[in-house]
């Protein structure tokens, strides 16, 4: 009996190590603005004109809240669209953050994300540091998913959009 006992404990634990769902991704980009913390907030404030710097981007349409519940939606270069909705918003402090309202993965290969945008003041009065963070889930998130769909293709996606988001605003504000 105790044998038995034994070897259904094994076979339980083996069997919780096969399956595992996805887990968390998480993706962090950052650059310094030669532009003042203030005149960085005004342009990226406005939630849904993200196309006005994001090279990924065709067109963005937001429904004018900058506020929780605020909504936009991007249309990639492909034609495909996501639909994003403000979770949080501080005049104040100069961030937002947002989450993925409708997914669409042949636009963008994750099934869920939030992100944090954060303006913050550099070194010097006339520099900022905005700051991208993100947590986001692969596209597919079965045990077994297509390369198109996995981890790595959702990690690689979110730090080239992030970094293309960043490369893009600050090619928008300096001179």
């Not at 996501?82 to 402090?93: A, G, M, P």
């Amino acid at each position: 009996m105790r044998n038995m006992i034994l070897m259904i404990g094994l076979l339980l634990a083996s069997m919780s190590t096969l399956a595992h769902g996805p887990t968390p991704q998480k993706a962090k980009e950052s650059i310094i603005i030669n532009v003042a913390p203030d005149k960085v907030w005004d342009l990226v404030k406005r939630f849904g004109d993200i196309a006005a710097w994001h090279p990924d981007l065709s067109k963005s349409e937001g429904d004018g809240l900058s506020q929780s519940g605020g909504k936009r939606t991007l249309t990639f270069q492909n034609g495909q669209t996501l639909v994003e909705e403000l979770d949080y918003f501080s005049e104040q402090d100069r961030e937002y953050n947002y989450r993925l309202k409708s997914e669409n993965t042949q636009a963008f290969p994750a099934s869920s994300y939030t992100v944090e945008l954060k303006v913050a003041a550099g070194e010097q009065a006339s520099q900022s540091v905005v700051t991208l963070k993100s947590r986001f889930y692969r596209g597919d998130t079965g045990n077994s998913p297509a390369d198109s769909l996995n981890d790595e293709a959702a990690v690689k996606a979110m730090n080239r959009f992030l970094t293309n988001e960043l490369t893009g605003l600050k090619s928008k504000l300096e001179p």
